[in-house]
């Protein structure tokens, strides 16, 4: 995938700890089931995180739909560490999204954050459905894609909270079974990082050609 070019592999899983009490974990911990209890079908609202918190970098992940997701909701995206994980007492809600520090897509195809929903995509409901997720911190940027097909950027300013930014799942629908595919990380060089201050600082873009640099430089800038 060319939106890949110069990343390198990341290695991390759910994480044991940080999740609602209705979310079981595969031995490995890159499968998360929901709501598995036989007699008892869900009665809210239940999400997990991962272990590793995303504070600067491009990162990619990927969740696999195990089983057709349906229900009220089954979301993939990211948090902070304040973002609740589990809701009970019947309350069948789009988690992550539901306040402003969070933000995720629904298998209905809305984006959410800070408790409003755009359409972003169509819906997606087969089993085996693959979610892409591209963080950029860098831009404070996450986008999407299904299935290979890159959907464009869902949220911008995903870097203005303070801390770190969690990978997070939730479902409010009994045997939802959520798994980790492909992981994927990038970050900047120094020299990279000069050049991004640079174009930081640029009152406009065209302005790139009128500094005292060389073209080589210039033309980085502009692509950065």
């Not at 759910?14 to 499968?31: A, N």
């Not at 239940?46 to 909701?73: N, Q």
Request: hydrophobic share 35%.
């Amino acid at each position: 995938c060319s939106m890949l070019t110069g990343f390198q592999r990341e290695s991390w899983v759910w994480d044991q700890i940080t999740k609602s009490p209705e979310v079981l974990l595969s031995s490995d911990r890159h499968s998360a089931y929901f709501y598995i209890d036989p007699i008892y079908e869900s009665t809210g609202t239940a999400g997990v995180r991962g272990t590793k918190g995303f504070t600067e970098g491009e990162h990619y992940w990927e969740v696999v739909f195990l089983e057709p997701p349906c229900g009220t909701s089954v979301m993939i995206g990211v948090g902070t560490e304040n973002v609740a994980l589990h809701r009970s007492n019947f309350e069948y809600i789009d988690l992550i999204g539901f306040d402003t520090e969070s933000w995720g897509l629904s298998y209905k195809g809305t984006a959410w954050h800070g408790g409003q929903k755009v359409q972003y995509c169509e819906p997606f409901f087969d089993k085996t459905t693959v979610i892409g997720c591209h963080l950029n911190l860098y831009k404070g940027t996450l986008a999407f894609s299904v299935n290979g097909t890159y959907m464009g950027v869902a949220f911008t300013g995903v870097n203005s909270v303070c801390g770190p930014l969690y990978p997070i799942v939730s479902s409010t629908a009994s045997e939802t079974e959520l798994g980790l595919g492909e992981q994927y990380c990038r970050y900047l060089t120094l020299q990279e990082k000069c050049l991004q201050t640079i174009k930081r600082h640029l009152e406009y873009d065209d302005s790139v050609d009128c500094l005292p640099l060389p073209k080589v430089f210039k033309s980085s800038i502009k692509n950065i």
